[in-house]
């Protein structure tokens, strides 16, 4: 069983879905031809670098005998792909794995200070993905580590253990990685950070977290395949792209907190990708059952500009059952069975008060499967932005408050 998309409880009518389907998948064939910029994504699964695929295994495996922990220097798209998936597959991942911890994701001394005390306890290695290699956040995170691991290594053992991930010719990362003779691989030209995580960019960490990286591909690839001959995946942008006219958020909602960094990778591929020129939908996250107890209020009696979209992860890693002190109505069930109860329960009261609700059901929490919903994902949220109107692969507006920080740093 694959990945189900169940657009039943949306409360749009058929015929309004039906008449935008043939421009969805017009701009499904734009994005297969390959002639829209930045969408060397669109065709990966299928056409990937096989040779490069192979090295970055071979690397992951040296890092896995190399250290116990691997230090992931990089923010927004040269991180959250990587992070979503090791924190939702840390269940199936092989114990040869090292651990993984993130670094340069945010200017906190506080998070550093912690991280590099945690690390210098640890046999470490570090993984740098930047594009450019002057983003502000890894590019201090970087300096930090290389600190440490110079003294803590000499220099030659530092450089050894520093893995790069950037542009191929261009930038400060790989003027430093060919003067210091990192391993590195390669940030791709043709993808913007938010659909680089089969790309080595999230492949290389992924790995090395003793993720399989082959399944992941291989649902991607079967996605990929099936796109563009089954309704209900085109039918699902052409609903975000109806209810963007009426809504103006999206809540990606989940009952698995594993799911929070892939929240987070969506929050961004949704926003970096529809939000500009006036439009988009805002997307938020609830991490359910607990925000139900902070959000549920309102979204069961507030404004209603919102509609909800369910991850429902059908099969969960693992089970517990409730023991008699549990009370009567919960002794002797699972606790999945009870966290289904919760889901089916609040789709029902949401949609009582007329909340549009789409269900995506992943069978299970596994390489294959997600990489099938990265790619679900990525198509889903490329095509709405054609629909809207917008370019999905710029980001012109995220260089403003970069610009007025320079001006306050050069005070
Ligand atoms: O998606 C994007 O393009 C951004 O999130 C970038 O990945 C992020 O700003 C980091 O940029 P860089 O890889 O150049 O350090």
């Not at 269940?91 to 911890?101: F, H, I, K, L």
């Not at 995580?197 to 992924?206: D, F, R």
Request: aromatic letters at 10%.
């Amino acid at each position: 069983m694959d990945l189900r998309i169940d657009l039943l409880k949306t409360g749009i009518p058929e015929d309004e879905i039906k008449g935008l389907r043939s421009e969805a998948l017009a701009a499904y064939g734009d994005l297969k031809s390959g002639k829209l910029e930045f969408s060397g994504w669109v065709n990966l699964p299928e056409s990937y670098d096989k040779k490069e695929f192979e090295d970055i295994i071979a690397i992951a495996d040296e890092i896995k005998k190399k250290c116990e922990a691997l230090i992931v220097i990089g923010i927004g798209g040269s991180y959250l792909g990587a992070r979503a998936v090791i924190e939702a597959l840390a269940y199936n991942a092989d114990p040869s794995g090292v651990e993984v911890r993130f670094a340069g994701n945010n200017m906190s001394a506080v998070y550093h200070e912690e991280l590099l005390d945690w690390a210098s306890k640890r046999d470490i290695c570090v993984c740098v993905v930047s594009k450019s290699g002057t983003t502000t956040e890894p590019a201090m995170a970087f300096a930090l580590f290389k600190d440490m691991l110079i003294k803590k290594y000499g220099i030659e053992e530092a450089r050894s253990r520093i893995y790069a991930v950037t542009d191929a010719c261009k930038g400060v990362m790989r003027e430093e990685v060919d003067k210091e003779g990192y391993k590195s691989f390669v940030v791709p030209d043709d993808t913007g950070g938010r659909y680089s995580v089969l790309t080595p960019v999230g492949l290389l960490p992924i790995a090395a977290a003793g993720i399989d990286i082959r399944s992941l591909m291989e649902g991607a690839l079967s996605a990929c395949k099936s796109y563009g001959q089954n309704a209900s995946l085109t039918d699902y942008a052409v609903c975000r792209y109806l209810l963007s006219q009426s809504k103006q958020i999206e809540i990606f909602e989940y009952y698995e907190p594993s799911l929070q960094y892939f929240a987070e990778w969506l929050k961004q591929l949704f926003g970096e990708s529809e939000g500009k020129e006036g439009k988009g939908l805002f997307p938020a996250s609830l991490s359910f059952s607990a925000d139900l107890h902070s959000m549920g209020q309102f979204l069961q009696e507030g404004n209603q500009i919102f509609f909800e979209n369910v991850i429902d992860v059908l099969n969960p890693p693992t089970d517990l059952i409730l023991p008699d002190s549990a009370g009567s109505l919960l002794a002797g069930r699972s606790i999945n069975a009870v966290n289904r109860a919760a889901l089916n329960g609040v789709i029902a009261a949401h949609r009582s008060v007329g909340i549009p609700i789409v269900k995506v059901e992943i069978p299970e929490l596994t390489p294959y499967f997600f990489g099938q919903m990265i790619y679900f994902f990525e198509m889903t949220c490329a095509i709405t932005g054609l629909l809207m109107g917008v370019d999905p692969f710029n980001q012109p507006g995220v260089e403003g408050y970069k610009s007025e920080m320079k001006k306050e740093l050069m005070k």
